[in-house]
T-cell receptor, first 113, second 112 residues
């Protein structure tokens, strides 16, 4: 089955710790995205990548880092510089082009201990 | 500055009746619009989309209407079913950007 796999489903971060959220897709999509969802708010774009070895900051990139070494993988690191990391994180991919649509993973809930 | 706005955070509708969800946008460069449905602790799933060259798109029980002059779109669900209870997000994209902007979502509750 083609799709996007996010892991883990739940993650806890200690003070001062960096944590990495995994996102893998087998849809052969060029573009991948990371969004953050907070209660009562829409999805806010953290980072996106339209091609391997290239990525751009989204609207709320501070305190986060990404890499895109393989087409299938787009891991997100939440660094200790992110002071309010508790949120639901969603990875998405798209084929690109004019009338593209985003395909989402099932999300990772990150909480601070 | 939020460029896509869903001003109704919640909507309650009886089973079998019509659900109407609204979305407003401020950026005239947006030319492609989508609706997503989301259940708790899951990723959003695509429902329906519309390009700015159209004013209506229909797919089964779901119809999206676009009013470009008013910068407004709406999603109609007819008839509403219990499984439609979810959060619905409106999203917009300007072709030159490649980035999607999302609204805050509307929680729909379908009652028996």
């Amino acid at each position: 089955d083609g799709g996007i796999t996010q892991s883990p489903k739940y993650l806890f971060r200690k003070e001062g710790q960096n944590v990495t959220l995994s996102c893998e897709q087998n849809l052969n999509h060029d573009a991948m995205y990371w969004y953050r969802q907070d209660p009562g708010q829409g999805l806010r774009l953290i980072y996106y990548s339209q091609i391997v070895n290239d990525f751009q900051k989204g609207d709320i990139a501070e305190g986060y880092s990404v890499s895109r070494e393989k087409k299938e993988s787009f891991p997100l690191t939440v660094t200790s510089a992110q002071k309010n990391p508790t949120a639901f994180y969603l990875c998405a991919s798209s084929i690109g082009g004019r009338d593209e649509k985003l395909f989402f993973g099932s999300g990772t809930q990150l909480s601070v201990l | 500055d939020q460029q896509v706005k869903q001003n109704s955070p919640s909507l309650s509708v009886q089973e079998g009746r019509i659900s109407i969800l609204n979305c407003d946008y401020t950026n005239s460069m947006f030319d492609y619009f989508l609706w997503y449905k989301k259940y708790p602790a899951e990723g959003p799933t695509f429902l329906i989309s519309i390009s700015s060259i159209k004013d209506k798109n229909e797919d089964g029980r779901f119809t999206v209407f676009l009013n470009k002059s008013a910068k407004h779109l709406s999603l109609h669900i007819v008839p509403s079913q219990p499984g439609d209870s979810a959060v619905y997000f409106c999203a917009a994209k300007a072709d030159s950007w490649g980035k999607f902007q999302f609204g805050a979502g509307t929680q729909v509750v379908v009652t028996p």
